[in-house]
């Protein structure tokens, strides 16, 4: 896939980062992430992200990293394009992507990097250096990269909610970019991106209820506000009250809700904490009323 065949896949439908697999001591489970990924795979997303932030990338080590990835790339391969996770320092990210691309990934999320200020010079620096390593697509978090200097750098990913910056980036670079929302639950944001002109993003959900997730993307696709405004006050404004019960709950919560659903992925690892129990049912309790509408 080239860089400009990635940047057309992202370009409409929903995205998705699948969570990791992990057996009950923290270890990575290929088969339980294999069988997660075929599940998810004919539900319709345009494009999986393995190893990306909800699938705890910030967690896993170098060693465990290629195999993550080839997974997903075996597990997938003609059913649904894989993005691939890659971020930290910059030798690391630069390891990560040339991993991803030699194990067949169709791109990489360009992650930020971590425990360290940079200025946007740095960045740039950061961001060029790791385009250069590989061929295939790049998608960055960061802003202020001009795209002229990287041929392969594709698409430009908010995790933040800025739409002040996320409007001035899309001004600013046009069409040359593809755009991707990207929230922990990106839903909420969903319609003010679109009448931006910037309709993409990923949902973190689809891990456990896809159906309903791939419903709210194509209400907000067809402007049916009724049906948004439906799962919004009965299932994405509830479960953001649990969310937010604790620091990092954006990745647990997922997790709790594919176990819920019957596709469990094993306990996040540290520093995350899982959901406590009485937080497992208020959301099993809130999944169980938007499935069955």
């Not at 802003?143 to 899309?170: C, T, Y």
């Not at 002109?197 to 456990?208: D, E, K, L, Q």
Request: aromatic share 10%; proline share 5%.
């Amino acid at each position: 896939m080239t860089p400009q065949d990635l940047k057309n896949v992202m370009s409409s439908g929903l995205l998705s980062f699948p969570i990791t697999d992990f057996d009950a001591s923290g270890n990575f489970d290929s088969k339980g992430y294999a069988e997660r990924l075929e599940w998810l795979a004919p539900f319709g997303a345009s494009a999986l992200f393995a190893a990306g932030g909800t699938g705890e990338f910030f967690s896993l080590t170098a060693s465990e990293y290629p195999g993550i990835i080839q997974t997903a790339v075996n597990t997938c391969r003609g059913k649904v394009p894989i993005i691939a996770g890659a971020g930290g320092p910059t030798r690391f990210a630069i390891e990560c992507a040339q991993t991803a691309e030699k194990a067949g990934a169709h791109g990489i999320l360009l992650m930020p990097h971590y425990m360290t200020e940079a200025s946007q010079e740095g960045l740039a620096a950061h961001v060029e250096a790791v385009c250069r390593s590989v061929d295939f697509g790049v998608v960055i978090y960061n802003r202020g990269v001009s795209r002229e200097r990287n041929h392969n750098l594709v698409g430009f990913k908010d995790g933040v909610g800025d739409i002040e910056g996320m409007a001035a980036m899309f001004l600013t670079m046009g069409e040359r970019l593809a755009y991707l929302g990207g929230l922990p639950t990106a839903e909420v944001y969903a319609a003010a991106y679109k009448a931006l002109g910037t309709p993409v993003y990923s949902s973190a959900v689809f891990n456990f209820i896809p159906k309903t997730a791939i419903r709210f993307y194509e209400a907000v696709r067809n402007d049916d506000q009724a049906t948004q405004h439906r799962l919004l006050k009965d299932f994405f404004m509830p479960y953001l009250k649990i969310r937010n019960r604790s620091a990092g709950y954006a990745v647990s919560i997922i997790k709790a809700g594919a176990k819920i659903v019957g596709h469990p992925a094993g306990p996040v690892r540290a520093p995350l904490a899982d959901l406590k129990a009485d937080e497992v049912e208020m959301l099993a309790e809130l999944i169980r009323k938007v499935e069955q509408a």
